[in-house]
C-alpha cells in the first residue's frame, strides 16, 4: 500500500506542477501581449511628442519674424500713414 500512496501522491504533484506551469504560461503570454500594446502606445505618443515640438517651433519662428518688426513697419507706414526711412537721409554720428 505504501507504493500506492507513493505514486498516487507523485501524480497529485505532477498533476498540480502541471497546472502552475499552463497557468504560468497564460500569465506570460498575456504579459507579452500587454507589453505589446505599451510599446505601441509609446511609439505614437513619441510621435505626438514630435509633431507637437515641431509646431511650437514654426509658431515660435512666426512669432519671432513678427517681432522682428517687419509686421511693426507695415503698420506703422500703412495705418499711422508714417513715412518709412529713407536712407539717404540718415545721418552717422561719430564719438
Do not use: C
Amino acid at each position: 500500500m505504501s507504493v500506492l500512496n507513493q505514486s498516487i501522491d507523485i501524480i497529485k504533484i505532477n498533476i498540480v506542477l502541471s497546472m502552475a506551469i499552463v497557468v504560468l504560461s497564460f500569465y506570460a503570454i498575456i504579459w507579452h501581449n500587454e507589453n505589446r500594446l505599451l510599446y505601441i502606445e509609446s511609439n505614437k505618443v513619441q510621435k505626438q511628442n514630435k509633431q507637437i515640438i515641431a509646431m511650437q517651433k514654426q509658431l515660435l519662428s512666426e512669432y519671432s519674424e513678427k517681432i522682428s518688426g517687419t509686421e511693426i513697419k507695415e503698420k506703422a507706414v500703412n495705418i499711422l500713414q508714417m513715412q518709412p526711412v529713407n536712407p539717404k537721409k540718415i545721418r552717422h554720428v561719430l564719438l
